[in-house]
């Protein structure tokens, strides 16, 4: 605990060390030791470290970690240890309550946008204060406002049990809108950043996105398909090259 100014509710409190993405989405990847594997970033003089607990800072104050607690991650775990997933190529699941399932994958945006954390921190611009509003106030907007899609990474016969540990969120454009992919529970969540979506957008949230009813689809992929695999694999080959033009006394190789 230390003082500061909460992110969420902005008051002058005693800080907790709160979780940037809950710690329960850690553990099917935990090693007997709890820990976890960390792919750094390429300038980073390592190129995996371990980390315990997750990735944890001074965010909120107590009342507001309870509220994130109680509201969306309790609520989000008690279904998602429960839920029958789909077989490939997608399926819809159903169950769940639609204000605490979306604000749930939207706080962990936030929090993603509010922290310090190199690898995790993403630019939110004027949406992490709308975001923070909405999570403030438990209100999930229309389906189509920030609507999320969501693809289970498989192994085999297995999900891959990769969470943002190894994951870092990445950036892309989609439908004339900012998207954001963040892999954690063996899902790649793809959050649309908008609240004034094109006709194009709202259409597939229609069809994809959690929807008021408490169902959404989720696609279902190997898990070396996916985007954010794929960035990974790109990072450790740059690394990897990096690497090879370094020779035993520290000197590269250009410019010798």
Same mark, same amino acid.
């Given at each position: $605990?230390?003082? #500061?100014?909460?992110?969420?509710? #902005?008051? &002058?409190?005693?800080?907790? &060390?709160?979780?940037?993405? !809950?710690?329960? %989405?850690f553990k099917p990847v935990y090693d007997q030791k709890h820990r976890a594997s960390r792919v750094n970033l390429p300038e980073q003089p390592a190129a995996v470290s371990w980390i315990q607990k997750g990735f944890r800072?001074?965010?909120?104050?107590?009342?507001?970690?309870?509220?994130?607690?109680?509201?969306?991650?309790?609520?989000?775990?008690?279904?998602?240890?429960?839920?029958?997933?789909?077989?490939?190529?997608?399926?819809?699941?159903?169950?769940?309550?639609?204000?605490?399932?979306?604000?749930?994958?939207?706080?962990?945006?936030?929090?993603?946008?509010? %922290?310090?954390?190199?690898?995790?921190?993403?630019?939110?611009?004027?949406?992490?204060?709308?975001?923070?509003?909405?999570?403030?106030?438990?209100? !999930?907007?229309?389906?189509?406002?920030? !609507?999320?899609?969501?693809?289970?990474?498989?192994?085999?016969?297995?999900?891959?049990?990769?969470?943002?540990? #190894?994951?870092?969120?990445?950036?892309?454009?989609?439908?004339? %809108?900012?998207?954001?992919?963040?892999?954690?529970?063996?899902?790649?969540?793809?959050?649309?950043?908008?609240?004034?979506?094109?006709?194009?957008?709202?259409?597939?949230?229609?069809?994809?996105? !959690?929807?008021?009813?408490?169902? $959404? $689809?989720?696609?279902?992929?190997?898990?070396? &398909?996916?985007?954010?695999?794929?960035?990974?694999?790109?990072?450790?080959?740059?690394?990897?090259?990096?690497?090879?033009?370094?020779?035993?006394?520290?000197?590269?190789?250009?410019?010798?």
């Open positions: $605990m230390r003082p #500061g100014k909460c992110k969420l509710c #902005g008051a &002058e409190r005693e800080l907790c &060390e709160s979780h940037i993405i !809950p710690e329960f %989405c800072e001074p965010l909120l104050c107590c009342d507001c970690e309870r509220l994130f607690n109680d509201n969306y991650e309790r609520p989000f775990k008690d279904y998602w240890d429960n839920v029958r997933l789909p077989s490939p190529p997608a399926g819809r699941i159903g169950g769940f309550d639609y204000t605490s399932f979306k604000l749930f994958h939207l706080s962990i945006l936030w929090r993603a946008g509010v %922290c310090s954390e190199k690898g995790i921190k993403l630019s939110l611009g004027p949406y992490a204060e709308k975001l923070r509003a909405m999570l403030f106030s438990k209100d !999930p907007g229309p389906v189509d406002h920030y !609507p999320i899609l969501g693809r289970i990474m498989m192994m085999g016969e297995r999900i891959y049990p990769a969470g943002s540990i #190894g994951l870092a969120p990445l950036k892309r454009r989609h439908k004339n %809108c900012r998207q954001y992919i963040l892999s954690y529970c063996g899902v790649e969540w793809f959050v649309a950043v908008t609240d004034h979506p094109a006709p194009e957008l709202a259409r597939e949230a229609a069809d994809y996105a !959690p929807r008021a009813d408490g169902s $959404m $689809m989720l696609f279902v992929g190997g898990w070396l &398909e996916g985007p954010s695999v794929r960035h990974i694999i790109k990072r450790l080959k740059h690394r990897n090259e990096k690497s090879a033009e370094r020779i035993p006394n520290g000197t590269t190789r250009r410019g010798t």
